[in-house]
């Protein structure tokens, strides 16, 4: 099937509609006070179901957009479907390639919890933390600012560490 505009077009168009989409977003979650992880504190917890179903709806809505763009502008999401077509356990594409499945999932996990553990010790996901340090907080400046050097030291030392140790 082919797509409404070229992959040209949407090299242009995709940053666009990404950064409206991104001031949409981030205005609703300033309105709202999204935050996932304050979601299933609040469902496990309290069995407040408000922010779960921002969270929920967030992932939904993100899903169906990436679909509709895809089909509207084939060239830019070219490796949309890479679960479907390659199988679950593979890396996503842009990942260092060579590298065990061993390697990825620990790369992952690694991320994943160090991220999620700083959110729960902070009171909020990633997100919430951005929005409150635009509103001033500075608490929530240092940990949007601590996330990116982190994301560095990630990448330039864990990464190479597991990859040493698990490479493919």
């Known amino acids: 099937m082919a797509g409404l505009l070229s992959a040209e077009a949407a090299y242009i168009a995709v940053p666009i509609v990404t950064l409206i989409l991104g001031l949409i977003i981030g ?3 300033q309105q709202s006070g999204f935050c996932s992880i304050g979601g299933m504190r609040d469902l496990f917890l309290f069995k407040h179901t408000r922010l779960f179903f921002g969270y929920l709806a967030l992932i ?8 509709i763009f895809s089909f509207i502008w084939t060239g830019a999401f070219p490796n949309f479907f890479w ?3 390659k199988g ?8 260092p390639g060579g590298l065990s499945n061993w390697a990825y999932a620990i790369l992952a996990i690694i991320g994943g919890f160090g991220l999620g553990l700083l959110g729960v010790l902070l009171g909020g996901c990633p997100l919430r933390q951005t929005v409150m340090g635009f509103e001033g907080n500075i608490k929530s400046i240092f940990f949007v600012v601590g996330m990116m050097v982190g994301a560095v030291i990630f990448h330039l030392v864990v990464a190479g560490w ?7």
């Open 88 to 95: 679950f356990l593979t890396p996503i594409p842009g990942a």
């Open 83 to 85: 679960a479907i077509k």
């Open 162 to 168: 597991v990859i040493s140790l698990f490479g493919g």
């Open 27 to 29: 205005y609703l979650a």
């Open 60 to 67: 939904l809505s993100s899903f169906v957009s990436y679909l």
